[in-house]
């Protein structure tokens, strides 16, 4: 409150520094016009920064820490069976790092938990933004980070490229460069995005050369159909969790039509697929126990489904799978 206050008095010093100068004293001193307007311009800016109106520009509107985006501190249980880093040989830091940049040019963030242990492998969620989006935006538009980095992830972001094999291979070779400075389990790194994000990320997991990358998969609004992937030989059995709206007019039918695929290439029983409680359905009898699950939304296609706390739970319960 009392920011806004100094707020209100600063512009009408300024009002009045302006028309009315001779009305501003110091004691017995006549302060002239531009002393006025010096003061209440400084008093304006230190009201408006204290309320909240002016924040820091910096290179990026990421500077301003949203709800989604707020690192959380992970419990780790350490067992004789966890993978560890050697002390000193990762050079990557707790919290956030903004900056980093592939060797082609894409920038990524990467963000750990609070309480970040160096010497301890963490899952990593890569995440691959939708068309036009930066990785804040896409941050911003998925909320991953909070609930990821509680459940133990490091959780990573990309800035989109237009789509090509070329860049799909540069932009699946981003969770290798983050394991380079931080403590990454490489048998466990999950990959997730939205509409050209959800595209890549389901590609990298069938794409000669990449393929081997992913320990499960949960894309969203994908734009490859049944038909694009009947061309290309099915992996190995891969957990993959696949969300798609029905009222999606941009790639309409596609979610039911991949999922179908998946089923197939991880050896999932022909019959009906089961309904669970949060209404999405599961394919039961898949190879090597994989979960195949297919998430069906209402929104439009630009619409992120609220599925967060599923999303992580199943990849937590992918991870010993490899």
Same mark, same amino acid.
């Given at each position: /409150?009392?920011?806004?206050?100094?707020?209100?008095? &600063?512009?009408?010093?300024?009002?009045?520094?302006?028309?009315?100068?001779?009305?501003?004293?110091?004691?017995?001193?006549?302060?002239?016009?531009?002393?006025?307007?010096? @003061?209440?311009?400084?008093?304006?800016?230190? +009201?408006? $920064?204290?309320?909240?109106?002016?924040? $820091?520009?910096?290179?990026?509107?990421?500077?301003? @820490? =949203?709800?989604?985006?707020?690192? $959380?501190?992970?419990?780790?249980? @350490?067992?004789?069976?966890?993978?560890?880093?050697?002390?000193?040989? =990762?050079?990557?830091?707790?919290?956030?790092?903004?900056?980093?940049?592939? &060797?082609?040019?894409?920038?990524? /963030?990467? =963000?750990?938990? &609070?309480?970040?242990?160096?010497?301890?492998?963490?899952?990593?969620? /890569?995440?691959?933004?939708?068309?036009?989006?930066?990785?804040?935006?896409?941050?911003?538009?998925?909320?991953?980070?909070?609930?990821?980095?509680?459940?133990?992830?490091?959780?990573?972001?990309?800035?989109?490229?237009?789509?090509?094999?070329?860049?799909?291979?540069?932009?699946?070779?981003?969770?290798?460069?983050?394991?380079?400075?931080?403590?990454?389990?490489?048998? !466990?790194?999950?990959?997730?995005?939205?509409?050209? +994000? #959800?595209?890549?990320? /389901?590609?990298?997991?069938?794409?000669?050369?990449?393929?081997?990358?992913?320990?499960?998969?949960?894309? &969203?609004?994908? #734009?490859? !159909?049944?038909e694009d992937l009947r061309a290309y030989q099915c992996p190995a059995p891969l957990p993959v969790m696949l969300m798609h709206s029905g009222q999606d007019t941009l790639f309409p039918g596609y979610g039911k039509e991949a999922?179908?695929?998946?089923?197939?290439?991880?050896?999932?029983?022909?019959?009906?697929?089961?309904?669970?409680?949060?209404?999405?359905?599961?394919?039961?009898?898949?190879?090597? =126990?994989?979960?195949?699950?297919?998430?069906?939304?209402?929104?439009?296609?630009?619409?992120?489904?609220a599925k967060n706390k599923a999303i992580i739970e199943f990849f937590r319960s992918s991870q010993d799978l490899r």
């Amino acid at each position: /409150m009392i920011f806004w206050v100094l707020t209100v008095l &600063s512009i009408v010093l300024l009002v009045v520094g302006i028309v009315k100068p001779e009305w501003i004293r110091f004691g017995q001193k006549q302060l002239g016009r531009p002393t006025i307007i010096g @003061v209440a311009v400084s008093l304006l800016v230190i +009201g408006l $920064s204290g309320a909240g109106a002016i924040q $820091s520009t910096g290179t990026h509107k990421a500077e301003v @820490v =949203k709800p989604g985006a707020v690192l $959380s501190e992970a419990v780790y249980a @350490v067992t004789n069976e966890t993978r560890q880093c050697e002390p000193g040989t =990762k050079s990557g830091h707790a919290g956030s790092s903004n900056e980093e940049q592939a &060797s082609a040019g894409i920038r990524y /963030m990467v =963000k750990t938990p &609070s309480n970040y242990n160096a010497t301890i492998a963490h899952p990593l969620l /890569m995440v691959y933004a939708p068309a036009r989006t930066n990785r804040y935006q896409s941050e911003d538009f998925v909320h991953l980070t909070h609930e990821a980095t509680a459940a133990g992830f490091i959780v990573a972001y990309a800035d989109h490229r237009t789509m090509s094999p070329k860049v799909i291979g540069e932009l699946a070779a981003i969770p290798g460069l983050i394991e380079q400075k931080w403590c990454v389990d490489h048998k !466990r790194i999950v990959l997730t995005g939205h509409s050209d +994000g #959800g595209t890549v990320a /389901m590609a990298i997991a069938f794409l000669d050369g990449t393929k081997h990358i992913p320990a499960a998969i949960a894309p &969203s609004a994908a #734009g490859i !159909r049944g038909e694009d992937l009947r061309a290309y030989q099915c992996p190995a059995p891969l957990p993959v969790m696949l969300m798609h709206s029905g009222q999606d007019t941009l790639f309409p039918g596609y979610g039911k039509e991949a999922i179908q695929w998946w089923a197939v290439c991880n050896g999932c029983e022909a019959t009906p697929p089961v309904k669970d409680a949060d209404g999405c359905v599961t394919y039961k009898g898949c190879k090597n =126990k994989v979960a195949t699950r297919y998430c069906e939304g209402t929104g439009s296609h630009t619409t992120w489904p609220a599925k967060n706390k599923a999303i992580i739970e199943f990849f937590r319960s992918s991870q010993d799978l490899r």
